[in-house]
């Protein structure tokens, strides 16, 4: 029996990722799959690339706000999409130095191992992501999935919990660790036999506040925004 924690979508929210790391150095886990989106949204990202770089047992994939920010810090093309927040990228950038920046350049788009497949959302055949599914299926993502032999697909990108289970696979997220609409940080845990998946939302408890009100204190762009969309308006 294999068992995985799988964190997504942190956005730059340190103190729910210190509190999650803790969480899983209680539960016996093998191997932590990081699945994107460390920085971007929150204020956070040196904090929360520092506390992933102390981890001993952890794999990444690369997210679309962390090719966002790199591309801010570099002057590239800006990604599809992302457009109108590159003023909030910009400021992201300007508060990291190149070790940061070329560390989340160089994640991969996807991690495959033993018929599992990690990787921040899914994507075309060259690699680019592919619009969110609004209303998700089992029977959407078989289809898509059709010619690969993958037992297990964990992703993120889409905030929300989705937890699929087909005679073909296992797809799960569990949900955005960094952006949620109260003080609670989500992260998933799977264990894998050769007879079966098991996935497990797994939701702790945080103190958000100090968090929540650096937006407004670091002049965080787009901050009402954010605080309104991302994290529910708790303050």
């Given at each position: 029996m294999k068992k995985y924690a799988i964190i997504?979508?942190?956005?730059?929210?340190?103190?729910?990722?210190?509190?999650v790391l803790y969480d899983i150095r209680?539960?016996?886990?093998?191997h932590i799959y990081c699945l994107g989106d460390l920085v971007g949204i929150g204020p956070n990202s040196k904090e929360v690339i520092d506390l992933l770089w102390e981890q001993e047992n952890i794999s990444f994939v690369?997210?679309?706000?962390?090719?966002?920010?790199?591309?801010?810090?570099?002057?590239r093309e800006i990604p599809e999409g992302h457009e109108h927040v590159r003023i909030h990228h910009k400021w992201l950038a300007e508060r990291m130095n190149e070790d940061y920046i070329r560390f989340l350049d160089y994640l991969p788009p996807r991690i495959e191992i033993d018929g599992c497949l990690f990787v921040h959302y899914h994507l075309d055949q060259q690699n680019k992501f592919l619009?969110?599914?609004?209303v998700p299926t089992g029977e959407k993502l078989d289809l898509l999935y059709k010619d690969e032999a993958m037992r297990l697909v964990c992703f993120g990108h889409h905030h929300i919990v989705?937890?699929?289970?087909?005679?073909?696979?296992?797809?799960?997220?569990?949900?955005?660790?960094?952006?949620?609409h109260k003080p609670v940080a989500r992260y998933g845990i799977v264990q894998i036999s050769k007879q079966a998946v098991k996935t497990q939302v797994v939701e702790v408890p945080y103190d958000n506040s100090k968090f929540l009100w650096s937006y407004r204190e670091l002049g965080v762009p787009d901050s009402d925004f954010i605080l309104k969309v991302f994290h529910g308006g708790q303050i």
């Open positions: 997504t979508d942190i956005h730059g929210n340190s103190p729910a990722l210190r509190a209680n539960r016996d886990i093998e690369q997210g679309n706000h962390d090719n966002a920010v790199v591309a801010a810090f570099y002057d619009p969110i599914d609004n989705h937890d699929f289970i087909t005679p073909k696979a296992v797809y799960f997220n569990p949900g955005s660790l960094g952006c949620y």
